[in-house]
């Protein structure tokens, strides 16, 4: 059983950083492609970003392209999230994803294993 452990949230004012991390057990990240998604109260769950099982491919999505930064640390068994210049519609709860998947890597449902998430909030 894969287990993920998000931590690294807070209150921040825009234009701060802040930096995500995810704790997996269960197996070790270089199998695994991970991904970071982020809900709000009342919208849907909302693709971050992502890093491939081995390491060679990331993608974001547009409203976060160039401010946001996903990395990993195979010896710790880690994926982390930096995010700079944030603002205050990046405030969710963000939420590490785990899974074997090689498609629909944007796709929230493609994944296997959830963590519960931490909560970013940005204020103006």
């Known amino acids: 059983q894969v287990q993920l452990v998000e931590s690294g949230g807070g209150l921040v004012q825009a234009g701060d950083s802040l930096r995500l991390s995810c704790a997996v057990s269960?197996?070790?990240?270089?199998?695994?492609?991970m991904g970071w998604f982020r809900q709000d109260l009342g919208k849907e769950r909302e693709f971050v970003a992502v890093i491939t099982w081995n390491g060679d491919s990331t993608d974001y999505a547009d409203s976060v392209k160039g401010r946001f930064t996903i990395s990993r640390d195979i010896g710790n068994n880690t994926v982390d999230l930096q995010m700079n210049s944030l603002r205050p519609e990046d405030t969710a709860t963000y939420h590490c994803a785990a899974g074997r998947l090689v498609l629909g890597l944007r796709r929230h449902s493609a994944y296997e294993w959830w963590g519960q998430g931490t909560q970013v909030t940005v204020s103006s």
């Open positions: 269960g197996r070790t990240i270089n199998v695994l492609t």
